[in-house]
């Protein structure tokens, strides 16, 4: 079983905060992390891997620092890490990073399975998965919360729901978005890390993955910025004191304007 | 490309200060870009000697804005019932077909459907498209994806609305993706500029810490997913008149690779906290599953239901569809209790939209009190219980 693994590398948000002084956003040691929900796409790459045979590519989209999430992919048993770097791609929306990702999914070659995480944690938005599914004419599935069983003809997954789960089944090639409860993903062993320190990450440009100049990076976004601003601070703030039962008197009041 | 005018740029800092991805720095008096910009825009907006710049190419397949009029939502129908956040998107969809002098229509998909056109009338459509059919008693992306890209295709809306629910976050970004057009996630807020019609959709960013106004300039349509519980629904009116388009589908567009084997509705998770106008929370300092039942008592009490952090639900004492946070659900009910949570970024921004927060923990330095309307400090075994009885008394007068 051959599966990519797409993983970005995002900030970490407990750093990002804002100055309630300056109003801006504070980001003093803002680190950068791997994505949390591709974190479990990768462990549950690793996990078929084990059971099944075949090869993990873990693919990003990025800087040139994003090479750091490549290699702690390696640590946790990824065999490969693709770096999608250029320039070229800066500014991209999740149209433009979907159809990049596809692109170099296209250049890498066969595979039988791609994996994402439910969203990434800076821009939430949950859209590449599916995005990438549509370029690449993928059978996909998002949410998963469970892989029940898999073989190679397909696989049937357990599908998070607003009010419950799905069981599905699709053939294979396919695309999956999971969520956290799929997994507990491991920590790096220390041979996986010596072998990450060494590891090679391929880099491919704009022009070795064949995209075309007008679907990525900015010019490639049919979606624009047209203005950042931080939320209104919240209002009123009341603290309680007293006992609580003197407390919970004083919230009451409060509260019945509106229960 | 973000570019540097150097001769006006002063160094003064403020980009670097704006910057929310460290991709600008001052460097010999003059601001320097690095890998990490993604063109957001911040810097360029506060920039007040004017000396940066966004330029970049713009999508050649333009398409003629002209062609493309009405405003749609995506109506989602699931065992049986229309999802709430339907009606909040006509409420907010009648608004913006009011301001572009256009009309509204719902888009619904089931198995039975028919009679929900009536109720979608009521609350706002003037058109109601209705593809009923036995195949799509089940959810399936590629299927729902498909018949919304032929209808777009054929009707052309200017502006396609969809809940930021399960459903309408896995099958709208195929369809957008298909057909070239921008796509807005989990938007709190839709605006029409009067100026050019054009669809400005704001989001949060970062967990909430930015907020971001987004536009598509040259797509059509303007796609977006809204948060359940932030538009208001018009009241219904069973006397307002609309059309119901029944369309047949072909054959093909209704073939699946996908199939649903199983439909599995949990009893605890029936109630999505995303739909919820009050939510009781707890987190480790509820000390097990049996600390959730006082929680449960207050919520049946006060209508709502019960939400956890993700402590509590890492502990096992609750399953993780009542996760809120980032790595679990975005929640704005109009009351927030958290109890025994001790406010974790990563906690509170699914939660700090609320629009009253209580938070009960006996740390008094918790930052949970720094997000709080109000305020209790104490423990929460105590206070919790306090708090349903005397709420039960009420309701006995
Ligand atoms: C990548 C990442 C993603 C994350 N995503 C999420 C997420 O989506 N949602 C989420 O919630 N967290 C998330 N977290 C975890 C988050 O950082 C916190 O660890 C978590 O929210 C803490 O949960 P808690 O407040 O229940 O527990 P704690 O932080 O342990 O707080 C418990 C609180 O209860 C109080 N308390 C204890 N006993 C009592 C009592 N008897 N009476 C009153 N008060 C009492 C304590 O004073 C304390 O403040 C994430 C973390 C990471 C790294
Ligand atoms: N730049 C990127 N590089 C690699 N994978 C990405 C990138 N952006 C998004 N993804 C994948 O798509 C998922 C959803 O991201 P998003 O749509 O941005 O919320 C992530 O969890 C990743 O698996």
Redesign the pocket.
Known sequence: MDIIVCIKQVP???DVRLDPETNTLAREGVES?MN?FDRHALEEAVRIKEELGGTVIALSMGPPQAEAVLREAISCGADEGVLVSDRAFAGADTWATSYTLARAVVTLGNFDLILCGKQA?DGDTAQVGPGMASQLKLPYVTCVQKLRTMDETGLVVERMMDDGYDVVRLPLPALLTVVKDINEPRVPSLKGKMRAKKAEIRILHAADIGAEEQCIGLAGSPTKVVSVFTPKPRGNRTVFSGTPAEQVEQLFAQLRDIL | MLIVDKEKCIGCGVCEANCAFGAITVEDGCAVVNDRCTLCGACVENCEPQALRIEGAEKSNKVNLDEWSGIWVFAEFRHGVIAPVAFELLGAGRKLADARGVSLAAVVFGDGVEAAAAELIAYGADQVYVVDDPELAQYREDVYGRIMESLIRDQRPEVVLAGATAIGRSFIPQVANALNAGLTADCTHLAIRPEDGMLLQTRPAFGGNIMATIECPHSRPQMATVRPKVMAPMPPDPSRQGEVIRVEVPEGLLRSRVEVLESVLSKQDKVNIQEMEILVA??????NEKGFELLRELADELGGAVA???????SGWIPYPH???????TVCPKLYI??????????A??MQSAETIVA????PN???FDLATYSLV??????VPLLTNKIKENRGR
Not at chain 2, 282 to 287: A, M, N, Q
Not at chain 2, 378 to 383: N, S, T, V
């Open positions: 970490d948000t407990k992390i949390p944690i | 707890g987190g480790r300092g509820l000390e956890a952090s993700r402590a509590a639900v890492d996760q809120v946070g980032q790595t679990g659900k958290a109890c025994g949570i001790s406010g974790a970024i990563q906690h921004v699914g009960i923990n006996r740390d918790a930052p949970i104490g423990d929460l075994f105590e206070i």
